[in-house]
């Protein structure tokens, strides 16, 4: 059974950096496509970043690109995010998905195992 889960939201300043964790067990991460997204009250899902496989593959909406750096650790079976200059309407709640295959995806149907998120929080 996979599993993921979040870990390092909190709050920060604006312009600060945060980084999230993400720990994924029940199988090899190795053969997963790993994505971020984030859910702000009142809006959609958006994804932030997505990686392939090997991380050598990544994928950056317009919104975060610059500002925010996926990256992954195959043999700790952990995803990173990397986020600096942040806004405030970077507030939201961050989740860590994985796709059984794939290339990086901004689509949630994308991915077949989610977290339960981790706050993040830019006060102005």
């Known amino acids: 059974q996979v599993q993921v889960a979040e870990s390092g939201g909190g709050w920060v300043q604006t312009g600060g950096s945060l980084r999230l964790s993400c720990a994924f067990s029940g199988r090899p991460m190795s053969d997963y496509t790993m994505g971020w997204f984030r859910q702000a009250p009142g809006k959609e899902r958006e994804s932030v970043a997505g990686i392939n496989w090997s991380g050598q593959n990544t994928y950056y909406p317009d919104i975060v690109k610059g500002r925010f750096t996926i990256s992954r650790d195959n043999a700790k079976n952990t995803v990173y995010l990397q986020m600096n200059s942040l806004k405030p309407e970077d507030t939201a709640l961050y989740y860590c998905?994985?796709?059984?295959?794939?290339?990086?995806?901004?689509?949630?149907?994308?991915?077949?195992?989610w977290g339960q998120g981790t706050q993040v929080t830019v006060s102005s």
């Open positions: 998905a994985a796709a059984r295959f794939g290339s990086p995806s901004s689509a949630h149907a994308a991915y077949h195992y």
